[in-house]
């Protein structure tokens, strides 16, 4: 296995796209994926094929699948196979195959290797193992998170927070003197300790500190600090939030609060006075919007917002359109597009011309979106076969779909034609439709270079 290959796919879900190893798993076709996974180095087949054998007792055959990915070393691939082993009860196994490198003394230890063997110590019983394995590297953003989130449940919270704590303390210096910290995640992760172990009082106390002298990092700790008075319905807290410079990022678990003490009306009573004083107008028509939704009052939400539609900035047409789809009012949704000026739509063709296009197969004119993209000049935004393709599928021709694909180059038009061939029941056709990842990497390079 080519380490460099595996990390692309990874990054870029290159190989055989994640979505159509869903489709041929969801086909009954997983030993088409297995055979994929060895013929073709596949992380997504491999992953997936392991997972399914793993669900129905086969760990034999799991770690067979996993194995070549996982003795290439490559450390997502070195999880999953210390996952399989876990499962299978081969303990010692898993241990040994995630061990770093550098605790046997060699070279080539990472901080990221020793999250992977905290893991799987953690599974393994041995918590107090995994967190000395971690301790050396938690100036990591990560492995600081990590270390919070695996040890989760395992009645270690006084031993977390003796590490999170003079990490935490020493952001909040380095903050009071103006500099900026990297690890500034620790505020976070110290409130998020103290409130599984039912220190709620104490977690907001310190978090509510640090919002009120403004110690916080790119990540605004003032989400943080309101998710955390909203799961624990502290109302008045969240008020004082929302009126005290922070209603952006307050209003929304304000109202979610609400809403979970039975106050709705008193939620949607607030954001309808407080609309024409807000710093934030938009953003409380949109949690208006959101609100009425949930309520199923679409005919309302679909107003709260109406007079924004075709502003240049935050506009809210596209959060309507999307939320009438995502209701099944897709004639609703498609009405509003059909109501927006030529001015607006042309500026705004990133978006406009495909949503209206989707919205059209699925209200069943799908031969009139076909002539409207074969009308259009070729635009930047939009990929005309694909997009021809899927309303041909929606209108019943999947052949002149398969067709009007197998002429088209490109990883979406293969993917897309995958995707029906697997419909239509012919697994190794569509794998075959996608080529590998060399011919991949080569199309992503000669399209970065254009």
């Known amino acids: ?41 596949d992380w997504f087949c491999a992953r997936a094929a392991a997972r399914e054998l793993c669900e129905v007792g086969d760990f034999e055959q799991a770690w067979g699948v996993m194995k070549p990915f996982a003795d290439s070393g490559w450390l997502p691939a070195v999880s999953a196979g210390a996952d399989i082993l876990l499962r299978w009860g081969r303990v010692e196994e898993a241990s040994a195959l995630a061990l770093p490198a550098g605790a046997t003394g060699e070279t080539g230890e990472t901080g990221e290797a020793c999250r992977v063997y905290a893991e799987v110590l953690v599974r393994a019983g041995r918590v107090d193992e995994a967190i000395a394995v971690l301790e050396p590297h938690l100036r990591e953003r990560q492995l600081l998170s990590a270390l919070v989130e695996m040890t989760e449940g395992k009645g270690r919270d006084e031993r977390v927070l003796d590490l999170l704590v003079p990490i935490a303390e020493e952001v909040r210096r380095h903050q009071a003197e103006g500099r900026s910290h990297l690890l500034w995640k620790a505020l976070d992760l110290q409130a998020a300790v103290l409130e599984r172990s039912g220190r709620v009082d104490e977690a907001i106390r310190i978090l509510g500190a640090d919002v009120a002298t403004r110690r916080y990092g790119p990540e605004n700790t003032v989400e943080s600090y309101a998710e955390l008075l909203a799961r624990h319905g502290r109302i008045e807290e969240l008020r004082q939030a929302v009126t005290g410079g922070h209603e952006r990022t307050a209003l929304r678990p304000l109202v979610k609060a609400l809403e979970d003490a039975g106050r709705a009306r008193e939620a949607e009573t607030m954001l309808r006075e407080f609309d024409d004083t807000s710093n934030h107008p938009r953003f409380r028509r949109s949690c ?3 609100l009425l939704a949930r309520q199923q009052r679409f005919d309302e939400a679909v107003e709260a917002v ?68 074969e009308a259009v000049p070729e635009q930047p935004f939009v990929d005309p076969a694909t997009t021809m393709a899927w309303l041909l599928e929606q209108d019943g021709c999947e052949d002149e779909a398969i067709d009007l694909l197998r002429s088209c180059a490109g990883r979406n038009a293969a993917t897309a034609l995958a995707g029906l061939l697997i419909k239509q029941g012919r697994p190794a056709e569509a794998l075959a439709a996608i080529p590998g990842v060399t011919a991949q990497r080569e199309e992503a390079r000669r399209r970065r270079d254009t």
């Open 306 to 373: 109406r007079s924004t539609f075709e502003e240049r900035e935050e506009g809210l047409l596209y959060s309507a359109v999307l939320m009438l789809a995502e209701n099944g009012l897709h004639e609703r949704a498609l009405q509003l597009l059909e109501g927006c000026s030529a001015e607006f739509v042309e500026e705004n063709l990133h978006w406009v011309p495909s949503n209206r296009w989707w919205l059209m197969g699925e209200t069943g004119r799908c031969r009139e979106a076909i002539a409207e993209v």
């Open 1 to 41: 296995m080519n380490i460099d290959d595996l990390a692309w796919q990874a990054g870029a879900h290159g190989g055989v796209p994640p979505q159509t190893v869903d489709l041929l798993l969801a086909g009954g076709h997983l030993g088409v994926v297995v055979q994929a996974a060895g013929e073709r180095g």
């Open 288 to 290: 208006l919007m959101e």
